[in-house]
């Protein structure tokens, strides 16, 4: 009986051990639904800011902004290939109020659209070459989007008909 209990004892303490490697050495991150948790917590983001956010496979960007939009901040989140589990946050900061970032992590086939909105898109279309999408989007309010890199030319639209540019970052 006692060596049972060793036993026991040795193996609770090795997936321990384990565990504490795999997450010091980044290849445990946040599971998917704590995602905007992790980024208010870490970033000091205020519980009464509103969240656009879009979520992957393979990345998430979420925007934060207070109630007038007067302050924001952006999250990306990506989910490494390989061996490890969750995702990683990978870059943040705040975005120009008057344009639309369009932000790609190197390594990763996906891109992020992000804007405060400022210039009121109200559509975006995404031409693949082969037939054009058109997602309505709320001109009052800022937007998240993800898309992968080979997914076409998005084009955005103000609400008066105007062709709106993203900027890379």
């Not at 026991?8 to 490697?21: D, G, R, S």
């Not at 309010?141 to 062709?163: E, M, R, S």
């Amino acid at each position: 009986m006692k060596n049972t209990i060793k036993y026991i004892e040795v193996f609770i303490v090795v997936i321990l051990l384990a565990f504490y490697f795999l997450y010091s050495n980044n290849y445990i991150g946040v599971s998917k639904s704590n995602i905007e948790k992790d980024a208010r917590y870490y970033q000091k983001i205020d519980d009464t800011w509103a969240v656009a956010k879009d979520t992957t496979e393979a990345m998430s960007a979420m925007f934060f902004y207070s109630e007038d939009v007067a302050d924001h901040t952006f999250s990306i989140y990506v989910n490494r290939p390989g061996f490890s589990f969750g995702y990683f946050f990978m870059s943040g900061g705040s975005l120009n109020p008057n344009e639309i970032a369009e932000i790609h992590m190197k390594g990763y086939n996906e891109r992020a659209l992000i804007s405060v909105n400022k210039q009121q898109v109200n559509k975006m279309e995404i031409d693949d070459g082969n037939e054009v999408r058109t997602i309505e989007i709320d001109s009052e309010k800022p937007f998240v989007f993800i898309l992968p890199v080979n997914a076409g030319i998005a084009t955005f639209y103000d609400i008066n008909g105007n062709i709106i540019e993203s900027a890379k970052r």
